[in-house]
């Protein structure tokens, strides 16, 4: 599976931005599909996740209730839409997908457990 992280840029704290993820894949609908993000000088970390057709999802704390993730499956692509964006949310974004996950039918938040993902795009969040 290829992926491609697009819609990255500079944006001011409070405003929103949304970040696309184009699947090479056309059984995107079996993977868990998640955004990690990467700010300068950390660790990647878990963003968002979602899982199957229903779209059960989970949010990092520090994202919940400002951030939502899609999946158009018939698309092959999953949006990330940022809102009440903030400085620490400056960062690498990340598209990975995950098998097992959606076979064992959880959504995982260690970067260890994706077994794809792309190139990322560069969100800059200026106060």
């Known amino acids: 599976v290829q992926l491609q992280a697009s819609g990255g840029g500079l944006v001011q704290a409070g405003g929103s931005l949304r970040l696309s993820c184009a699947a090479s894949d056309r059984t995107l609908s079996t993977y868990v599909m998640a955004w990690f993000r990467q700010p300068p000088g950390k660790e990647r970390e878990f963003v968002a996740g979602?899982?199957?057709?229903?779209?059960?999802?989970l949010f990092a704390d520090s994202v919940k209730a400002r951030f939502t993730i899609s999946r158009d499956d018939a698309k092959n692509t999953v949006t990330l839409q940022l809102n009440s964006v903030k400085p620490e949310d400056t960062a690498v974004y990340y598209c990975?997908?995950?098998?097992?996950?959606?076979?064992?039918?959880?959504?995982?938040?260690?970067?260890?457990?994706?077994?794809?993902w792309g190139q990322g795009t560069l969100v800059t969040v200026s106060s």
């Open positions: 979602i899982l199957g057709s229903a779209g059960r999802t």
């Open positions: 990975e997908a995950d098998r097992s996950g959606f076979l064992l039918g959880y959504i995982a938040r260690a970067q260890t457990e994706y077994d794809y």
